[in-house]
């Protein structure tokens, strides 16, 4: 597979931006057509909601495929396919050059999927290698293959019919019991990776794959700071549904809840520790009493070791809210859990630091605003964060927290209390991820992502009737 | 000196990078108007000719820094300080969020400067750093500390006077016998660390200093492909340059020069390959027969190594040109040396293949052009180079050159005879070094020798009125 890769590299290098970021655009244009199937297909390997699979894993994923092949062609486009260049000399002739510039790319790009947003967390990768002339393999998580598979497919068209070796773009299937990414992550032909998943597989790979640039989404702990704020049925109910939101298996789900143990002001009432956190819990009752909207909020948990890990989580604290199964209106096999609330205090670290992916999340009880904005930035410069929230009428405080979340590097919502959600990020408007802190190395789409895909070869000629001269 | 620079870090960044840059071109333009105070300490720390310590030294390292300053200019301006972003929602009202992007730099900058070019190899790191928010340490090499000290001392007074911290920049220096570089690059708080100089030292930084993103230029070993070719004095003349100037210590010297073992044809002659050797050796004397050009091209040697590696390179086959001292009329007691030639067979790789820093060049007799291409490109792809050149009539040799350079991602420069040499790179034209093969993994200066400097770091909020809706 690695060799049919480089034997497709040096037409597709040579075809050039234009042609390459043509057809990449053609193929998300093929994708968008078939957006029906991938969400089907996304909805039963992920466990995803349809209405989330269908938004998620169709057009917004084909829209950061979108930002990332713009991304691409704006890096690609600023360099000049040639150049004339003149030296005045004095009373002599100038020096007169031609320069020719060629966009190389690495070499052989690898796309590590995940099982929980295969295209969404793909495609970015995917579309800026191909399109900086890098031949993909593609390596779907085994529990998500088919989305990617359609993916592949669809590429593979497109390529074929515009000419160009299909096998720019291959799939690499693997089973849970015969892993093959850490083969060939190793392999020299890999000049890039692009991975979203465990922090643990994500440190190895920058650890030991160090012949390729590793761009890594790896996990983080995203915290929420709650100080004095008037509309809190509206923050209950925003956050409800986004630690309700697929279940919480989001790299962009808040974790952490910090909140004064003496309590907030909201308007005119004074709410305690134990009634912010109640209230967040009747919240979430609320948002899932509907049997038919909690199953689209919820859909299905996707690995049994989400199961585990909820299982274990309620032995860490107080309970507040407990997690139950539900019943899903039309797949009565399918594993739906709601959301776990335990309440924790500031000083138990040890059970809220660490990532617990799924519906688990944590009311934490601090000395008071300071604490928690200090926990928010320490937590997150230490253990990675990709979101982050807060909730103040004070807008002093929003300040401090903005400060906070800027030297910690994660990005930060305000006072979401109507419908856009803490954990979604939209293309062309919000960095997912910045880069910035452990839980990612690199940001969705930034000029970094791009950047070092592929690499400028000059090659320079001085101009024959100034050579005469 | 770290603590210093993180203490610093906080209001650099936050002055945004309107201030940033514009404090920058301060800095450039304060460099400029002590360009031959430089020069003179460039000429006495690296043995460089008067001529060439004010050019590359001075004006042409500022345009280096310049230019890392327009890159990161542009990579920050391509994104927003604010945005209003707007989403319609049917017949409700929109959902409405104002953004905000901070710039954030990764943190403590390293720049590890060279014995040799310390000004115009080290000003493009220096200036992406700063540019970016990111304070810098500067480390000079223990032997061409002035003009980087010079460097560092315009930049605080310029930093100062602006209101901030002079510790934004900073020089560090050690000595040749308690050297400080590993234990520096090391620290977990230095970032970004910008490097040139041995390939061991710079493999070296790469495996060790994991925890930043290192950007090194390493060692090469340059080649030139001469096939038939009708002005082979043209060639002789502007080889014999490119041997002669600084002595080859500098990174873009030829070293390995294939020639057909048969020879190659030169217009209505023949010349055999002892003939084209000769022809070399003839221009190396002609260009150093006049003792005070001699003594300015060739500059001092830097370094007691040199001299050494040059002593015994001269048993690495049959000498086509001898080395000797020459004398320099202003200062006696210079080390100076011409060039040796050696001529060797394609076939001793062991000999040629790796790097020998200084005046040192082979001729090596290959079986005719394909060779010559083919070690050209292989020895790039696998030693590393910085510039590669090709001399031959035929357009269609010039192209499959060129082909080989872009597969090893070396620059090509074709058929140079006149006042333009392959060791030269222009600033705002020319790339130095690609990223595409061992001798670099960066380039000065592309997109990719900056974006990875900063991070975007945002927040965003609803609108109130719009929320109030």
Redesign the interface.
Known sequence: MIAAARAALPAWRDAGPAARVGLCLEILARLNARSFEIAHAVMHTTGQGFMMAFQAGGPHAQDRGLEAVAYAW??MS??PAT?R?E?P?GKNPP?V?D????M?P?GVALVIGCATFPTWNGYPGLFASLATGNPVIVKPHPMAVLPLAITVETARAVLKEAGFDPNLMMLAVDTPDAPIAKELAQRPEIRIIDFTGSSEFGAWL??NA?QAQVYAEKSGVNPVVIGDFADFAGLARNLAFSLSLYSGQMCTTPQNIFVPRNGIRSGERTLSFDEVAAGLAAAVDKLLGDADRAAEVLGAIQSPATLERLDTARSLGMVVRASGAAAHPRFPDATLRTPLIVAVDARDEDKYAAELFGPISFVIATDGLDQSIELMQRTAREHGAITAAVYADDPAV?RRA?DA???A????????????FVNQS?AF???HA???NPAANA?LT???FV??RF????????VPSA?AE
């Open positions: 704006e890096a600023g360099v150049a260049w030296k000399q020096l050059l320069k020719t510039f060629r190389v690495r920058e650890a160090r929003l903005g979340a800027a030297e590097g994660v990005a930060l919502s305000c006072n979401l209390t109507g419908g856009v939209a408007s919000d960095f910045t880069g910035a940001s930034d000029p970094a950047a070092g690499r400028v070869v000059q090659s320079r000629v001085p050579a």
